[in-house]
């Protein structure tokens, strides 16, 4: 009986500790854990995973591409907080229900179309014949660290199968010319505006705040005044560059590496074969065909005779081709025009002719030199940074320091001072990196593991994101803590002051507008204001730019009526607008020609686009997407 009490109240617990788990991973946003299905994802569509790979390849892309066109270096910690991660993630999403529909409709794609797809692109052409070229292909996937033959291959099949889903939503749709007539008036039509424009010396300036207001002040926004974790560490790390320089490939690595291309069929091409190909089932009607092609009989009519099936032909192809293994074997011995036999693989027999050869197109070793150098000298630097870690692992196990095994083991370690999760010092100076060398401010990879590591102690050695190898030791920590406040006092008294500011500005145009709404002109109303005014009327039109306007203004005046007053924001920090629509002109013109061909098109378009956007929608209510936002930042290196 007490065992019995006993056991239950223990079943008790252990269900309240669950219950209590559970809340807490919930509050901590970790509400994914408990879902199977999640794990490896940063989203679910129904069943759709959206993997973590997927997301880190778009993700690193996008930034790759914005760093170059901008001339920027962005973190990916600091893209993610850029916003980076909302359109990748919508479009990951607006991918997956695609799938799920397709899934739903049982759409596939033969692999051969998605091969074939490669043929249309100019990258795989040959310069000079303007023709598809294998040797473009393996020039460009070795050249790719980050994407492979097959991922293009799946990638095109997943588009393959979307587009058999969004064609047939969207084709046939063309926008009746009135509609087009209709939004052509619509986005020309001119609109007569009074725009009274305050700044920030329509107001009174406030009195200094004291130290106690400034202090209230910061305490409201503590987050703003925090300053980031520090952390001061000891890295060991060696590059690829650090090697190669000192790494000598000799002739005949180099005469291997390219004569086991050539027979892997990694450059070039190999020789083919054209066959005929005839199965029968025995011996006696093999020789019956191969007298009868003896005799000048097609193989058709040989086949015909026997009483079996038409023969197989098979053009210009490798043994993995050719369906029997022994008929491949023989036909790639035999000469052209030879007539083969022999007893199938699978039993029976077979006659095959060689009908002719395509001799194997085979690079000179010199146009070939540069890239296996590289690749080589790629392959054995790895190795020898691999190496080198590998023993100063082997000494830290045994107990010498970080610094000590690092000596014996020929990798340099350097001392850096405190760093913040970004990559910038306590002085805001950014770790860029030298010429080739990225900064451990800018290796995503680095500030991870510096962040995720325990203070005294050195990680496992680990990859960098350019290919090279790094260890890190922690040595202290200097905890994320609210400034000083003589450190933040000057800027929390410039805030302060404009968000002052900014409330007396929002009330003066709230007063301002209410009276022009009440009968008083907007010209009187600006008399009214004493300094940091400006008056003016323009025409506007939803075709061109209107600067000077904020975006909450304008959009108001494109869609008020006539007489209606609107106020917000101006285009400047501390600025306000309060604006009256005096007239609105209807455009009278008749589209025609190319124009209305023009108009019609785009109003097709955003049609096409409207349904689109109805159909996802329509997905996701019966599949709504689940994101893991905790892992996405994970992902990016914004670990908490």
């Known amino acids: 009986m007490v065992q019995s009490s006993s056991k239950f109240l223990r079943n008790i617990v252990i269900g309240i500790i669950i219950v209590l788990l559970i809340v807490a991973m919930s509050i901590m946003g970790f509400t994914d854990v408990f879902q199977p299905k ?5 989203a679910l569509v129904g069943d759709n995973k959206i993997t973590i790979r997927q997301y880190k390849v778009d993700f690193d892309q996008r930034l790759r591409i914005y760093n170059q066109e901008n001339g920027t270096n962005l973190t990916a910690g600091e893209a993610y907080e850029r916003g980076f991660n909302t359109q990748i993630v919508q479009n990951l999403v607006t991918e997956a229900v695609m799938d799920l529909d397709a899934d739903e409709l049982g759409i596939g794609v033969a692999k051969t179309v998605a091969r074939n797809a490669l043929s249309e692109y100019e990258v795989f052409k040959d310069e000079i014949t303007g023709e598809f070229s294998e040797d473009k292909v393996t020039e460009f996937f070795n050249g790719n660290r980050d994407y492979n033959r097959s991922d293009f291959e799946a990638s095109t099949t997943r588009d393959l199968r979307r587009q058999q889903i ?10 009746p010319l009135s509609y087009a ?6 986005i020309t039509e001119q609109r007569q505006v009074k725009i009274l424009t305050l700044s920030r010396d329509s ?4 009195e200094a705040p004291s130290d106690d207001v400034l202090k209230a002040f910061i305490k409201e926004n503590e987050a703003d005044y925090t300053q980031p974790e520090y952390r001061r560490f000891t890295i060991l790390r060696i590059e690829n560059f650090d090697v190669a320089s000192d790494i000598e490939i000799s002739e005949q690595d180099i005469i291997d590496t390219y004569e086991a291309d050539l027979a892997d069929g990694n450059m070039g091409d190999l020789e083919k074969r054209s066959i005929t190909y005839l199965p029968v089932t025995n011996e006696t009607l093999a020789n019956d065909v191969k007298a009868r092609l003896a005799n000048g009989e097609s193989f058709a009519d040989a086949a015909l005779a026997v009483g079996v099936s038409a023969p197989i032909v098979y053009n210009e192809v490798r043994p993995d081709v050719i369906a029997d293994p022994r008929v491949a074997t023989s036909a790639f011995e035999a000469d052209a025009g030879d007539i083969i036999s022999g007893e199938g693989t699978l039993g029976g027999h077979y006659v095959a002719r060689l009908n002719g050869i ?7 070793l010199e146009n070939e030199r540069e890239r296996i150098v590289a690749e080589l000298t790629k392959d054995s630097a790895e190795a020898e940074l691999f190496d080198r870690f590998g023993k100063l692992q082997d000494l830290i196990d045994k107990g010498d320091t970080l610094e000590d095994a690092a000596k014996e083991s020929g990798v340099s370690a350097s001392s850096i001072d405190f760093l913040s999760r970004l ?3 306590q002085d805001g100076v950014k770790l860029a990196g030298i010429g080739t060398l990225t900064g451990v401010g800018s290796d995503d990879e680095i500030l991870r593991q510096l962040f995720t590591a325990e203070p005294g102690f050195p990680t496992e050695f680990f990859e960098t994101s350019t290919g090279g190898y790094a260890m890190i030791r922690v040595d202290d920590i200097q905890v994320s803590k609210v400034r000083p406040f003589e450190e933040v006092k000057a800027r929390a008294t410039s805030i302060w002051t404009a968000q002052q500011i900014d409330e007396k500005m929002s009330a003066l145009a709230q007063t301002l507008a209410t009276r022009v709404r009440s009968d008083e002109s907007l010209e009187d109303v600006a008399a009214s204001v004493e300094a940091g005014g400006n008056l003016e009327t323009r025409i506007l039109v939803r075709t061109t730019r209107s600067p000077g306007l904020s975006n909450e ?11 209606e007053v609107v106020q917000g924001y101006g285009a400047e920090a501390l600025t306000r607008t309060v604006a009256v629509v005096s007239k609105v002109t209807a455009n009278a013109d008749s589209l025609s020609g190319g124009f209305a061909d023009a108009m019609q098109t785009q109003a097709s378009e955003d049609l096409s686009s409207d349904i689109q956007t109805a159909y996802r929608q329509d997905i996701l209510r019966e599949n709504p997407a689940q994101t893991f936002e905790q892992r996405m930042r994970e992902v990016n290196g914004l670990t908490e």
């Not at 969004?166 to 926008?175: E, F, S």
């Not at 107001?203 to 406030?206: E, G, H, R, S, W």
């Open 38 to 42: 999640a794990a490896g994802s940063v």
């Open 166 to 175: 969004t064609r047939p939503l969207v084709t046939g749709i063309k926008a």
């Open 181 to 186: 007539q209709q939004r052509y008036k619509f």
């Open 203 to 206: 107001v009174p300036a406030p």
């Open 358 to 364: 395509t001799p194997a197109v085979k690079p000179a």
């Open 423 to 425: 990559g910038a010092t």
């Open 553 to 563: 203004v304008l959009s108001q005046l494109l869609e008020a009526r006539e007489g």
